[in-house]
């Protein structure tokens, strides 16, 4: 990723949104960290079966049910 840094076409004020291939908060926050604002979930939520509790997995949003 530190090449989109070196990227002119990647400098503020331009929203970085990562492309898709997500599996966990680990990834999520790496890519955070080097910038990026927008993450695209999808393949890894359905494959599971059970997309919400896959996505609040990655978010580490705990349910209060």
Request: without cysteine.
């Given at each position: ?57 990655i978010l580490q949003i705990r349910s209060h049910l």
């Amino acid at each position: 990723l530190e090449h989109l840094k070196k990227n002119p076409f990647f400098t503020p004020p331009a929203t970085w949104i990562s492309e898709s291939g997500l599996k966990t908060h680990e990834d999520l926050t790496q890519l955070h960290k080097q910038g990026f604002q927008g993450f695209l979930i999808g393949e890894s939520l359905l494959k599971t079966g059970k997309p919400g509790i896959s996505l609040n997995q990655i978010l580490q949003i705990r349910s209060h049910l």
